[in-house]
Structure formats: C-alpha cells, structure tokens
C-alpha cells in the first residue's frame, strides 16, 4: 500500500502527473455535465427522425468516450496504476465516475505528498519551479 513512497518521482514524472490529472478533471467535469445533458438531448432529439441527428449524436459520445479512454490511461500510467483495470471501468455508467474519482485522489495524494500544492482543478504549476 505504501508503494508509492517508496517509488523515485522524478521532476518530469510529477509534471505529466500534474498535466494528467488536470485533464482527467475535465473529464470528470465533461461526464457530470453529460449525464444530466444527455438524456434531455435525447428526449428533444426523439420527435426528429433525421440521420443527420444520429450520426451527429453517434459521433459526439464516441469522441467523448475517447477523449475519457485517453485521459484515463495517460493518468494510470501516470500514477502507475493498472490502466486496464480503469479503462474497463468507464464501460460501466456511474462507476466510470467513480473510478476517474479515484484516480484524481491518488494523483492529488502523490502530488501533495511531493509538496506541491493542489487545488480544485489540479496543480498549481508554479511549484513545480520549486522543486529540483
């Protein structure tokens, strides 16, 4: 469990640490704001019959759903964590949330645990001068 503090961090690895996890709270963000969204664009979209509409829609959550994908592995890896486990996770609705959770917490406690500063949206990149 203590793994992590026994693992070198390098300057650059705390760096693409602290870029992943701000990507992945957008993520979160984008996720939160599509699971209230989306039904009420589908239930707007359900008297059009239009595969202009369709297509349009097919292609909004596939990218999403790649966008999400991408995120997640570049913070597992980041966090070295097993980033199967957590691609396979956001298949299922709701968990996806919560496992992205739980890789921000383990990003913001490895960042912290560094010294450097996390806020809301991750960490602040000037203290990544601090540090050698």
Not at 7 to 14: F, I, Y
Not at 33 to 48: H, K, Q
Not at 90 to 108: E, H, Q, S
């Amino acid at each position: 469990m203590n793994q992590q503090k026994d693992e070198h961090w390098t300057k650059q690895d705390l760096v693409e640490l602290a870029k992943s996890q701000k990507n992945i709270n957008w993520v979160i963000l984008i996720s939160i704001g599509v699971m209230f969204v989306l039904p009420v664009i589908i239930i707007s979209l359900a008297g059009e019959s239009g595969i202009v509409t369709t297509i349009a829609f097919i292609a909004s959550f596939s990218t999403l759903v790649w966008i999400q994908v991408h995120s997640v592995y570049k913070l597992a890896v980041a966090v070295r964590s097993p980033a199967a486990f957590y691609i396979i996770l956001m298949i299922i609705p709701l968990v996806n949330l919560l496992g992205l959770l739980r890789l921000n917490d383990k990003a913001t406690k490895m960042l912290q645990a560094s010294g450097i500063k996390v806020g809301l949206m991750g960490a602040r990149m000037a203290d990544f001068d601090k540090i050698s």
